[in-house]
């Protein structure tokens, strides 16, 4: 197989500063794991210097992240995580804002404060966000049709109750992702990622 090399723009780094920019070279097919072990210590080293892991926590934040952890639900409302951290004695409305950032910094939870319409939900389980994207973008209708979809084949998509509640927040996080985005003038979407590799295939296309 040829080789691919992914060169990420200057747009990915500046939206997230902490990404390793050094290329490492990796072959999969390799039966020699040392590139591999070696672009794992580099991720691990990489991790270990972010300023957010020297600081330490407030021991009510600790209270609030174990309960977290025994929430079955994939995600809860802003109010419902509200209400746990006033019950751990934090009822600062900027206290709380920041210890949710912290804990999304921290990969503990997703939490979207500048994204409209997600501001109010807080996704305690990543694999629903992850399921959810699956679930929509990983059929074959939508890979025939060259990556085009539209509203009507997400309500198909999400009909099932673990996603049924969420369908505008869940489209809008595959909009703030970048997965798709909306053809003006339409209810149609484009996933550019299933866009046809030849040029012109789909010339009609907007």
């Known amino acids: 197989n040829a080789s691919r090399q992914i060169i990420p723009g200057e747009e990915i780094f500046n939206t997230f500063s902490n990404l390793i920019r050094k290329a490492i070279d990796i072959n999969f097919a390799d039966k020699d794991t ?37 929430i079955d639900e994939e995600h809860i409302s802003w109010g419902e995580f509200t209400k746990i951290c006033i019950r751990f004695g934090v009822i600062d409305t900027t206290q709380i804002r920041i210890l949710a950032i912290t804990l999304n910094n921290l990969g503990v939870l997703l939490y979207f404060p500048d994204v409209f319409g997600l501001d109010d939900l807080i ?18 209708d939508i890979i025939k049709n060259a990556g085009r979809f539209n509203e009507e084949i997400l309500l198909e998509r999400w009909s099932e109750k673990r996603f049924a509640g969420n369908r505008l927040q869940l489209l809008k996080l595959l909009q703030h992702f970048d997965l798709c985005y909306k053809v003006e003038g339409t209810n149609q ?6 866009l046809p590799i030849e040029e012109n295939k789909y010339p009609d296309m907007p």
Not at 44 to 58: N, T
């Open 34 to 70: 040392t590139a591999i072990k070696q672009m794992k210590q580099t991720i691990e080293d990489h991790f270990m210097s972010l300023d957010i892991l020297g600081k330490p926590f407030p021991k009510y934040w600790v209270k609030i992240r174990e309960a977290l952890n025994y």
């Open 189 to 194: 979407y484009i996933a550019p990622q299933l």
């Open 123 to 140: 996704i305690l389980k990543s694999q629903w966000c992850i399921d959810a994207i699956y679930s929509a973008l990983d059929t074959k």
